[in-house]
């Protein structure tokens, strides 16, 4: 079967995919409180301190190469600054459920843009497929009307499609100038440059919070700064040395299961049957993508 991954592989991206899909509900939580900005800042700020502790207590020796830097200092832009503060700004008029299962697209434009930059993941016939299924579906999950819409609904949602369109350029950045470095050194890198960026943003625009903290804010650093940022990016890096760019963006499919169930379970915000339809279409253009269904109904190929 074509770009199938290991267990080791799957076994990583279902975990990554918990996490990241309880990473959602926490975000809704601290926008309560934080701007999507300062959630952002906070978040990778967070999470490069939790990956410096480790580094720290396992005397990993960073990189010296200027090279290394730079790609991550551009790995810390476009795959945490920009999609992650589009996500926030979306989640303001969105829900955690709905913003995932948008973000499911950023598997197939993944696809796209790897089989564009990188020789050895080309688009295959069966990924063509996928994709035009796939993107069908995350067009049913949003619906035709509202994207013609310019309401504030359709520009939170707007603002998550263009998350994942960085996401996708991001895994393929990531796979071709960080292939080879220790993921931990790496995730560290890229969420330190994260943090660099907004920070100096916030200093500009001083607009640096001020906020009371609070148990829920707490329990919210835990979550999402040190399990959904710095521990998930440890997992991020080292899927995607195992399995590429493009099955790497697969963990966007698997999301929304974690998102949808944990936002009907805490805050009651069950999807419409149109929204879970358009999933189901999704999941079936990831089936077709991986070549699953196709092995299946020709076993012998």
Not at 21 to 49: C, D, K, N, Q, Y
């Amino acid at each position: 079967m074509a770009n199938a991954m290991s267990k080791q592989a799957w076994g990583l991206l279902l975990l990554l995919s918990a996490i990241w899909g309880a990473s959602f509900l926490f975000i809704e939580m601290a926008l309560v409180a934080l701007s999507p900005a300062s959630l952002v800042f906070f978040r990778v700020l967070i999470g490069a301190m939790t990956l410096g502790f480790v580094i720290i207590v396992t005397r990993r020796a960073l990189p010296k190469q200027a090279s290394f830097w730079l790609s991550t200092f551009v790995m810390g832009a476009i795959n945490n600054v920009i999609p992650f503060t589009l996500i926030a700004y979306g989640q303001v008029t969105i829900t955690g459920g709905m913003a995932s299962i948008i973000n499911a697209n950023t598997a197939f434009f993944g696809v796209l843009v790897a089989a564009i930059f990188i020789m050895n993941e080309r688009l295959s016939a069966h990924r063509l497929i996928g994709v035009i299924i796939g993107v069908s579906g995350v067009v049913i999950v949003v619906g035709p009307s509202e994207l013609s819409q310019f309401d504030l609904t359709s520009i939170g949602q707007l603002a998550v499609i263009l998350a994942t369109l960085s996401y996708a350029f991001a895994s393929v950045w990531g796979r071709l100038k960080l292939q080879g470095y220790d993921s931990i050194v790496t995730a560290f890198a890229t969420t330190l440059s994260a943090s660099l960026i907004l920070g100096v943003y916030l200093l500009v625009t001083q607009s640096f919070p001020v906020f009371d903290v609070t148990f829920s804010l707490v329990i919210v650093a835990i979550g999402l700064g040190v399990i959904g940022t710095g521990y998930a990016y440890m997992l991020y890096f080292r899927i995607l040395a195992l399995a590429g760019a493009s099955n790497l963006m697969l963990v966007t499919i698997i999301v929304p299961i974690f998102a949808v169930t944990l936002d009907a379970i805490f805050l009651s915000q069950w999807v419409s049957v149109r929204e879970m339809l358009g999933f189901c279409v999704i999941a079936l253009g990831l089936a077709v993508m991986d070549g699953r269904v196709l092995s299946y109904l020709h076993p012998n190929k």
